[in-house]
Nanobody, 120 residues
Framework: EVQVVESGGGLVQPGGSLRLSCAASGFTFSSYSMSWVRQAPEKGLEWVST????????NYADSVKDRFTISRDNAKNTLYLQMNTLKPEDTAVYYCAKGIGSNWSKYDYWGQGTQVTVSS
């Protein structure tokens, strides 16, 4: 059974940091690119970042570039997102998923999401 479980969300003040984790099981995690995707209140899905299977190549949305860092530990089947200098507009549910870019039909193995709220 495939499982993708995000954790690490919470309430943080503007300028603060959070580290999200995503534990995956039931598929060969190390063979696939993985992404973080977010959904702000009453808005559609927004691609945030992708990392390739080996971890040597990463891509970021312009809105998070230079503030967020995606990484993975294939020995632990875990994906991470380090988020620094958080802004209120980063408030969203963050999802970990197997897929690349913004073609949601090509994604599978979504987690349940973790809420990130940036507010003073």
């Amino acid at each position: 059974e495939v499982q993708v479980v995000e954790s690490g969300g919470g309430l943080v003040q503007p300028g603060g940091s959070l580290r999200l984790s995503c534990a995956a099981s039931g598929f060969t995690f190390s063979s696939y690119s993985m992404s973080w995707v977010r959904q702000a209140p009453e808005k559609g899905l927004e691609w945030v970042s992708t990392i390739n299977s080996g971890g040597g190549s990463t891509n970021y949305a312009d809105s998070v570039k230079d503030r967020f860092t995606i990484s993975r530990d294939n020995a632990k089947n875990t994906l991470y997102l380090q988020m620094n200098t958080l802004k209120p507009e980063d408030t969203a549910v963050y999802y970990c998923a197997k897929g690349i870019g913004s073609n949601w039909s090509k994604y599978d193995y979504w987690g349940q999401g973790t809420q990130v709220t940036v507010s003073s």
